[in-house]
């Protein structure tokens, strides 16, 4: 077995993990022989304010370190977000045939290249609020825009082409499904973080036309699907993501990347993104409440039928959250409150917390899930009032803020749910060409 310990920057063999799991007897059992891949220099025994996780997946192990406020769940879903990111360059029935044929295999080999990629992931995993939330969040846009550029991706399509996503800075204008894929099962949003990671991760994909395997492991974990990845403006903050079954459709894709491109300057909507990037989404400013420094929120009453990405919205951090060590500090608040509403044993649907420098409170109902955070005097009374003017300001922008109607197209012939993973071997899969 392989075993992955989480919380650190960089892989390397790990004697060291093999003496922390000996010190852990009733969890050594479980990995006999195992070969240590570890993502940090050395991985330290837990102490009193440490948590130790282990998440076993397969043939690997994970595990985790922590002195944060994150609950033993949310570490456990951060070790899957690695784990799913190893799969999303290997594939899942690639490292079983692996291990089945040598199970001291060393993982490395194959992931070499990756760091970048999985240390990027690891900084995600921590600060990014659509990880703790299991949802994406969308650059806010006039609802007359987003829906012409979903219209730009209906009619560029090409045979086997199953997702057209255009993101800005990371952050989702729109994505449009082949209708039948909508049918069967929808994009999560842990596929499309890992997605976005990957692009991010290498300024390889700012050199031009990128064609590469990439497997979505919440969509399907044993196949590829091949990536046609573009910027489309010279900053690189706009980039289209074209996602196809057929790993020979190179060029009809490419030119359904052009078709996009000139219809998005013959509209000048590339100009409206690319201008608009230079100046922050929006300002807690704009709710028109003085005690409101943040918040996060999810909307939960979405039609299924429209099978759309869970999705969310959060304002710029602004004073006193502008050093990154604040930011870290209220992120650990984030995922206290988050915990204690999802708890397994006694979950809550509304939290009221004191900090040190600030209140915060909690909300979760059948219609959204709230997360925010005020100046230290606020009362519990005083916060949910507060609510009240901020749910009303949501409703009013809802359509700048989220997707509502995700678009939809048909294309022949049907396409399948990727091609199925094959032979491990770095020649073969390609991934880390040129990263």
Not at 284 to 297: A, E, K, N, T
Not at 368 to 387: D, H, Q, R, W
């Amino acid at each position: 077995m392989g075993t992955v310990p989480s919380r650190g920057r960089r892989l390397q063999s790990g004697p060291r993990v093999g003496n922390c799991l000996a010190r852990c007897p009733a969890v050594a059992l479980g990995v006999p022989g195992s070969r240590a891949i570890s993502l940090s220099p050395c991985l330290p025994p837990a102490s009193d304010d440490q948590k130790l996780v282990f998440v076993q997946q397969g043939p690997l192990v994970l595990v985790s370190v922590s002195r944060t406020l994150q609950s033993e769940q949310q570490l456990r879903q951060e070790l899957l977000y690695v784990y799913y990111q190893i799969l999303s360059m290997l594939t899942q029935v690639s490292i079983t045939r692996i291990f089945e044929r040598k199970k001291n295999y060393d993982l490395r080999r194959l992931l070499a290249g990756s760091e970048k990629i999985l240390d990027r992931l690891l900084n995600l995993v921590e600060s990014d609020p659509g990880f703790l939330l299991g949802a994406v969040r969308c650059l806010p846009l006039p609802a007359s825009l987003r829906d012409a550029l979903g219209t730009l991706l209906q009619k560029a399509i090409t045979p086997n082409l199953v997702f057209s996503i255009l993101v800005a800075r990371s952050q989702l204008v729109t994505a449009v499904q082949e209708r039948a894929v909508i049918e069967e099962c929808r994009l999560e949003p842990t596929d499309l973080h890992l997605l976005l990671n990957l692009i991010g991760a290498s300024s390889a994909f700012q050199a031009g036309e990128i064609w590469t395997p990439i497997c979505l492991p919440r969509f399907n974990p044993d196949g590829y699907f091949y990536a046609y990845i573009s910027y489309l403006d010279a900053e690189c903050t706009v980039c289209l993501v074209l996602l196809s079954t057929d790993k020979e459709s190179f060029y009809a894709v490419s030119d359904c990347k052009r078709r996009v491109e000139e219809a998005m300057r013959t509209q000048g909507s590339l100009q409206v993104l690319s201008g608009g990037l230079q100046s922050p989404s929006y300002g807690v400013g704009q709710v028109g409440v003085p005690d409101l420094r943040h918040f996060l929120y999810k909307p939960l009453d979405i039609p299924e039928n429209y099978r759309q990405l869970p999705q969310f919205t959060s304002p710029e951090l602004e004073g006193p959250y502008c050093s990154e060590e604040e930011q870290h500090r209220l992120f650990d608040l984030y995922h206290h409150l988050h915990s204690r509403i999802h708890s397994t044993s006694r979950p809550l649907r509304l939290i009221y917390h004191v900090a040190e420098k600030e209140t915060l409170l909690a909300w979760v109902t059948s219609k959204f899930e709230l997360y925010t955070c005020f100046s230290p005097m606020v009362t519990k009374a005083g916060a949910i009032n507060v609510l009240t003017k901020l749910l009303r300001w949501i409703k009013k922008e809802e359509d700048r803020l989220f997707i509502r109607y995700p678009p939809k197209y048909s294309t022949t012939p049907n396409p399948g749910k990727g091609t199925k993973g094959g032979r491990p071997d770095g020649a073969e899969n390609g991934f880390f060409a040129g990263l």
